[in-house]
């Protein structure tokens, strides 16, 4: 019977593991299922044309993929490369990029039931990039939908790039 | 039979019957003549109109006409074709006569007086007519429509499926209609206490209510106690949010949950905000009902007012938030359930519980 009763706890309200990294002094969490490896920060080659949002290519083990600025796609202002800095391999619906971040803290599990919305004022895009907010050992969480980090527009432009 | 027998005569010409028929048909005073001038007139009018053509009709047909629209006839004209037929008597019906003349006498050789073909001329004059008001129910442009898409076989299924389409599209349009406009459009949320009666004051100001003092980059505001929820202090756990508007500073993690804080100083006087707000504010008075809140200064006690003592504000199109001014107290009142309208008005995920 208490077997059950968890079981059906777990289904109503599942536990989603997420990868929180530090940004400009907030920290953020994406979702542990489309974070495919965290590198150590190593030299970006800037690609010329490309959007503003996109700091360049780097080689991971022979496959070319495509760096984005997060603090720019944020409306963040510009940061300093540190011994923190990472990049985040991270695997969309269709897509491999890196996302450049301050630093990587560690992997919290939460419940749905525990994500709360965040509200949306103003103008801006990037707004509809955070998913939720969820307030975890004694700090905010801002969860991010990496799906709608860039539009279908902006995704084929980086298979351009 | 017993009148055939009554009038003496062994034997019956076509032409007694004819005459009977023709006798009973017409009558003493002649309706169908009568009645064809009028449809003469009729038939010149539907030709000049084009809507009308002249058919050439059997004249057999045309005689044979009237006696099927008498059920009666038919029956008796079965029932003759079995038995011995009774002669024609003088004084029968018109569909009697006209049946035992087509049974007993299939091919009768008719031999008629001058008067009696111009009778009979009339007669068949006006079965055409009839049948030429009756034609126009097959208009001739569906004939040729028709005949035009027999030669392709293709053109003809294309013409099915526009049909189709033209018979379906009235009845999508009920179904569209049919759903319920509750579902499609959220409904609005809206606030107690945003109302302002006649006497150019809002509902919460009728008569003496209290008010709290604070202060924000140096302004005095006031706020009615009844509006507000609890006061909190700012610690570093205020979150920014990218992607929001500038006077939004942040959430506010607090026991009662998270408060949406707004930059009260870059909301209140946009044009004369000094950056400094965001470091000197120490508290969030939360708005009653909504999970936002207004970061301030500091917080002074509340002092008790008397509606006389605003001088209330008559156009708010412009800065619908301030209710007026207190001149004693040399401060603004704000209407702070209209700032709690405009906060969730302005939140695209704002879903009311």
């Known amino acids: 019977m208490a077997t059950d009763l968890a079981k059906n706890k777990s289904t109503d309200d599942p536990v989603l593991q997420w990868v929180t990294f530090r940004l400009d002094g907030e920290t953020y969490g994406i979702n542990v299922m489309q974070v495919q490896e965290v590198l150590r920060y190593s030299e970006i080659a800037p690609v010329p044309g490309a959007p503003s949002y996109v700091l360049g290519i780097i080689n991971l083990r022979g496959n070319v993929v495509t760096v984005i600025d997060t603090r720019h796609r944020f409306n963040l202002s510009s940061g300093e490369i540190t011994d923190n800095t990472r990049i985040v391999i991270i695997e969309t619906d269709r897509h491999v990029i890196g996302i450049l971040v301050d630093s990587v803290a560690e992997v919290v599990y939460l419940r749905q039931s525990e994500i709360e919305m965040a509200p949306n004022v103003g103008n801006e895009e990037s707004a509809k990039f955070i998913q939720g907010v969820c307030h975890k050992n004694n700090e905010l969480l801002i969860l991010i939908d990496l799906n709608k980090l860039l539009t279908s527009e902006e995704w084929s432009e980086l298979e351009d790039v | ?247 939004f500073m942040g959430l506010q993690p607090t026991p009662a949950g998270k408060i949406r804080t707004v930059n009260t100083a870059k909301f209140v006087m946009p044009e004369r905000y000094d950056e400094s707000f965001v470091e000197t504010a120490k508290y969030v008075v939360s708005i009653n009902g909504v999970p936002w809140g207004l970061a301030v200064d500091s917080v002074n006690q509340p002092i008790t007012l008397q509606p006389d003592d605003v001088k209330w504000r008559g156009d708010r199109s412009k800065r619908p938030w301030l209710a007026g001014t207190v001149k004693d107290h040399m401060c603004a009142l704000l209407d702070i359930p209209r700032i709690g309208q405009m906060l969730i008005d302005a939140d695209k995920n704002f879903i009311p519980v």
């Open chain 2, 1 to 247: 039979m017993s009148s055939k027998q009554s009038s003496g005569d062994s034997t019956v010409t076509p032409d007694d019957i004819l005459n009977s028929y023709l006798d009973d048909l017409l009558g003493g005073e002649d309706p169908l003549g009568a009645a064809l001038g009028e449809m003469e007139s009729r038939i010149t009018l539907a030709a000049t109109a084009g809507s009308a053509r002249v058919v050439p009709l059997p004249t057999k047909k045309a005689i044979e006409k009237p006696a099927e629209k008498l059920p009666v006839v038919k029956s008796a004209s079965s029932h003759a074709r079995s038995e011995v037929p009774p002669p024609p008597p003088k004084t029968s019906t018109k569909p009697r006569s006209l049946v035992q003349s087509k049974s007993t006498f299939a091919e009768p050789e008719i031999v008629q007086t001058q008067e009696q073909k111009l009778k009979l001329e009339k007669l068949l004059q006006s079965a055409r007519t009839q049948l030429l008001v009756e034609t126009p129910v097959a208009t001739p442009t569906q004939v040729e429509t028709k005949t035009s898409y027999i030669d392709n076989p293709n053109e003809i299924q294309e013409w099915v499926i526009e049909t189709t389409e033209v018979t379906i599209a009235p009845e999508i349009v009920p179904v569209a209609d049919i759903l319920p406009t509750e579902n499609v459009q959220p409904k609005h949320f809206q606030l107690d206490g945003l109302e302002w009666l006649e006497n150019g004051r809002p509902q919460w100001a009728q008569s003496r209510f209290d008010v709290l003092l604070f202060q924000v980059s140096g302004l005095t505001l006031a706020v009615p106690l009844i509006s507000l929820g609890q006061i909190q202090p700012l610690t570093d756990e205020l979150t920014p949010l990218f992607g929001q508007a500038d006077w």
